[in-house]
């Protein structure tokens, strides 16, 4: 009777701990289409390298989603082939979130060098390409910044270089000469590159908040699964 209570009680903890990771898959769908617009728009134009994070959020949360709702069904039914095929497949979630963790560090300085190249070849393009032209001008009035490293990058681009001017969108009070001859009393001085920077830090801690909360969740389950499995292998009376 002992053993037999015990594994209602690991039942019911799967069961439980799969809606949990549910709500979880839920959260990381959210986050990640959230994550995808901000960078889209942060970066002015697309860029697979870049955007290729938020997708995999997006991808993993619905990938979760699945594998929870797969759980849930497995625990209720008592079935051994569902919990075993629910339990490696968290595990291989669990290792492959490891592994884009690691990844994920390795490679960021060339997500700044990407950031970077996009927004000079943003500049450059400032003007012959509307949507690109909107773009950046939504950004440097979103991130109150302008040009790359600061305003002078735009003495670099021919056509402002010409009559010593920057775009409106650097402007800090919109007045009539306020982009003509710049300075950091008429212009914001910050270069867009340092706010992208500063708000993709503050971002990558609510991220890094929920990737550990759900690796918790992972590793409860992986073991709740295990001892499940145990028991509807011992031939125990579950229900």
Same mark, same amino acid.
């Given at each position: 009777?002992?053993? &037999? ?6 039942? @019911? +903890?799967?069961?439980? @701990? ?8 839920? #959260? +990381?769908?959210? =986050?990640?289409?959230? #994550? ?7 970066? /002015?134009?697309? $860029? ?12 993993? !949360? ?5 594998? $929870? @709702?797969? !759980? ?5 039914? &008592? $079935? ?6 629910? #339990?490696?497949? +968290? ?5 492959? %979130? ?14 700044? +060098?990407?950031? *970077? ?10 003007? *012959?390409?509307?949507?690109?032209? &909107?773009?950046?001008? *939504? ?49 914001? *001085?910050? !270069?867009?590159?340092?706010? =992208? %920077? #500063? ?6 801690? =609510?991220?890094?908040? /929920?990737?550990? !909360?759900?690796?918790?969740? %992972?590793?409860?389950?992986?073991? @709740? ?6 028991? =509807?292998? $011992?031939?125990? %009376?579950?229900?």
């Amino acid at each position: 009777m002992a053993v &037999e209570g015990g594994m209602k009680c690991v039942k @019911f +903890l799967v069961f439980i @701990f799969n809606f949990i990771f549910w709500v979880c898959g839920v #959260a +990381l769908i959210a =986050i990640g289409i959230y #994550a995808q617009v901000a960078l889209d728009k942060a970066l /002015v134009v697309s $860029s697979a390298s870049t955007s290729s994070t938020p997708i995999a959020i997006l991808v993993l !949360g619905i990938i979760i989603f699945f594998i $929870s @709702f797969f !759980g849930c069904c497995g625990a209720w039914k &008592e $079935s051994y082939c569902m919990v075993t095929t629910f #339990a490696v497949l +968290l595990s291989i979630i669990f290792l492959v %979130e490891i592994a884009a963790a690691i990844a994920g560090y390795v490679f960021k300085d060339k997500v700044r +060098l990407v950031l *970077e190249d996009r927004l000079w070849d943003a500049m450059h393009k400032y003007g *012959e390409d509307k949507p690109l032209t &909107e773009a950046m001008d *939504e950004l440097q009035r979103d991130f109150a910044c302008c040009g790359v490293n600061n305003y002078t990058d735009w003495a670099t681009i021919e056509r402002f270089k010409a009559n010593n001017t920057v775009p409106w969108s650097c402007c800090r009070v919109n007045t009539t000469s306020c982009n003509v001859r710049p300075s950091p009393v008429t212009v914001y *001085e910050k !270069g867009c590159l340092q706010g =992208i %920077e #500063a708000w993709m830090k503050k971002n990558i801690l =609510i991220v890094a908040a /929920v990737a550990l !909360g759900i690796a918790f969740f %992972e590793i409860l389950g992986i073991i @709740f699964a295990c001892c499940l499995m145990k028991g =509807i292998r $011992s031939g125990y %009376e579950v229900m």
